[in-house]
C-alpha cells in the first residue's frame, strides 16, 4: 500500500468515527470495574481497580484504581430504588461497615431491606416519590468492631460507643470521604454494621448495629432530620444532635420549640418530662415516637422530616419550555399577528407525586416593569437559601389540583395588551395527609411547601 493509500484510508476512518471521542483505555477500565461492582462481582471488581492502578499510574483513572484497591475501600455503587434525577431527590445512601469481600453478598442482602423498611412508616411512605436508594459498596479487611480489646482494620472505623448498651457508632468523616466516591449525593448516610448493636446517629450518617428496622429509622431521624432522642433512659452514650425540634430544655409551653403545635391545640401533643436520655430536665412533646420507643415520628417530628424533605427536593420536577425564565429571554409576540393564528403558546410542569395527598398548582400573569423587571431568586440546591416568596397580586388565572403529572396553562394572548408580562406557576403541599384535619406541617416560615417557575412575555404594539 503506498503512503498516498494509507492517508486516505486514515481519513475515511476518522470519518467514519463516532462524533464523540473514544474513551480512553483508563477509562474503559474503571467503568467495567464500576460496572463489576455495581453487579456484585466484587473480586472482579477489585482485580480491575488494580489493573488500572499499574497500568494507568499516571491518569486520574489510575489514581482512582489505586485507591479503590486498598483493603478497606470504596468499590462502586447501585440504585436500590431510583424516582428522579439526584439533583431533585433524597438520595439515601446505604453503606456496609465490617464486611469483607467473601461476605460482601451479605451485605447486599441487607442493603435491599433499607428501601422496603422506609415506606413502613408513614411519612417515608407519603414521600416515597422524593427519595431514591443508592447501595455503596464498601469492602472492610476485618469483620470486627473496635472497643472490645482489639482493634479491626475496617472501611468505616465501627466501634462501640462506650455507653451502656455498647451502642454501635462510626467514623464520621470516614463515611463522608466515601460519599465524595459517589456521583452525586446529599451529605446523608445509612452505614449497617456487620458485626454492631443498636445505633447511633447525627451529623448526616446513621449507624445501624443489629438489625431492627425501627432502629434503621429511628437512626435516620437523628441524621437526616436533627431529631434527638425522646426517651428517659439514660443509656450512657453521647448523642451530637443538640437544640433538635423536638426536645426542650425548657419546660415553658411558649418557648418549647413545638409551641406552634401547642398554640393550635392538637391533641396528644403537650410538654413531656424525660427525653434526651435523661429523666428530668428535658421535655418531649408526646409519649408516643419512635425517637423514643413508638412506632411512628410523633406528628413534631413528621413536620421536621417533611420540612428537611423539601430543603433538598423541589415538587416541580420540570418545567417546560426551559427557556424564556428570564426577562432577557422573554417570548416576543406582536399585536398586529395575533397568537391565535399562530401554535398555542402553553406551558407545563412536571410535578411530584405525594402518595394520598394532591399538590396545588397556581397560575397567574402579572404585568412586569419593562425598566425594573423583576428578579427571581436562583433556585439552590438547599431550597432553604431561597428564603420566602413575595406575594403575587391579582387573581390566579387558573387554580387546580396537580395531582403528580403534568399541570399545563394556555397563555390566550387576547386578555392581554401590548406590555412585558410574567407567567408564574406556584405549586404548594398543603401538606393534608388522607383529609387530616391538621396538616403535617404546621409552621414553615422559609415557604418550603412552595415553589414557582416563571416566564416571560412581550407584546409588541
Ligand atoms: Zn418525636
Redesign the pocket.
Known amino acids: 500500500m503506498d503512503i498516498a493509500r494509507v492517508g486516505l484510508l486514515a481519513s475515511a476512518l476518522v470519518a467514519f468515527a463516532p462524533q464523540d471521542p473514544a474513551k480512553s483505555p483508563a477509562a474503559q477500565l474503571l467503568e467495567q470495574a464500576e460496572a463489576a461492582a455495581a453487579k456484585g462481582q466484587y473480586g472482579r471488581a477489585i482485580a480491575l481497580y488494580k489493573q488500572l492502578a499499574r497500568d494507568f499510574a499516571q491518569s486520574p483513572e489510575g489514581a482512582i484504581g489505586e485507591r479503590r484497591s486498598q483493603k478497606n475501600a470504596f468499590l462502586g455503587w447501585d440504585w436500590l430504588g431510583r424516582t428522579g434525577p439526584s439533583a431533585n431527590r433524597v438520595d439515601v445512601v446505604v453503606m456496609g461497615e465490617g464486611f469483607r469481600v467473601d461476605q460482601m453478598s451479605d451485605y447486599d442482602t441487607l442493603a435491599k431491606m433499607v428501601p422496603r423498611e422506609f415506606p413502613r412508616t408513614e411519612v417515608f411512605e407519603e414521600y416515597a416519590a422524593y427519595l431514591n436508594f443508592v447501595r455503596a459498596a464498601i469492602v472492610s479487611e476485618d469483620d470486627g468492631v473496635d472497643g472490645s480489646g482489639r482493634d479491626y482494620s475496617t472501611a468505616l472505623g465501627a466501634m462501640g460507643s462506650g455507653g451502656i448498651q455498647g451502642q454501635v457508632t462510626v467514623q464520621r468523616d470516614a463515611v463522608h470521604r466515601m460519599l465524595t466516591e459517589l456521583p452525586e449525593h446529599d451529605g446523608f448516610a445509612i452505614v449497617l454494621v456487620k458485626n454492631g448493636l443498636l445505633g447511633t446517629g447525627g451529623n448526616g450518617v446513621a449507624a445501624v448495629g443489629g438489625r431492627d428496622p425501627k432502629t434503621l429509622i429511628h437512626e435516620w431521624g437523628h441524621a437526616f432530620a436533627n431529631?434527638m432522642d425522646?426517651y428517659s433512659a439514660n443509656t450512657g452514650h453521647r448523642v451530637d444532635v443538640r437544640g433538635g425540634p423536638?426536645v426542650s430544655f425548657v419546660e415553658d409551653e411558649k418557648r418549647v420549640p413545638w409551641a406552634h403545635w401547642l398554640a393550635e391545640h392538637v391533641s396528644g401533643i403537650g410538654v413531656h418530662e424525660g427525653a434526651n436520655g435523661r429523666a428530668q430536665g428535658a421535655w418531649?412533646?408526646?409519649n408516643n415516637?419512635i425517637?423514643d420507643v413508638g412506632q411512628e415520628?410523633?406528628p413534631?417530628?413528621r413536620e421536621a422530616i417533611v420540612l428537611q424533605i423539601h430543603r433538598l427536593v423541589d415538587p416541580i420536577d420540570e418545567a417546560t419550555p426551559d427557556a424564556h425564565a428570564t426577562v432577557d429571554s422573554a417570548i416576543v409576540l406582536s399585536a398586529k399577528t395575533p397568537l391565535r393564528e399562530q401554535k398555542p403558546l402553553t406551558f407545563r410542569v412536571k410535578t411530584l407525586r405525594p402518595k394520598s395527598h394532591p399538590l396545588q398548582a397556581t397560575w397567574f400573569v402579572v404585568r412586569d416593569d419593562p425598566g425594573r423587571p423583576t428578579i427571581v431568586p436562583a433556585r439552590t440546591p438547599d431550597r432553604l437559601a431561597r428564603g420566602p416568596l413575595p406575594r403575587l397580586d391579582g387573581k390566579p388565572r387558573q387554580d387546580g389540583k396537580a395531582n403528580g403529572g403534568v399541570d399545563a396553562f394556555v397563555f390566550e394572548q387576547e386578555d392581554y395588551e401590548p406590555g412585558l408580562w410574567r407567567v408564574v406557576v406556584r405549586v404548594q403541599d398543603s401538606t393534608r395527609v388522607r383529609g387530616d384535619r391538621t396538616p403535617w406541617v404546621l409552621k414553615d416560615d422559609a415557604m418550603l411547601l412552595v415553589t414557582e417557575r416563571s416566564w416571560w412575555i412581550r407584546i409588541d404594539p
Request: charged share 15%.
Open positions: 431529631l425522646e423536638n418531649k412533646p408526646t415516637c425517637m415520628f410523633c413534631v417530628c
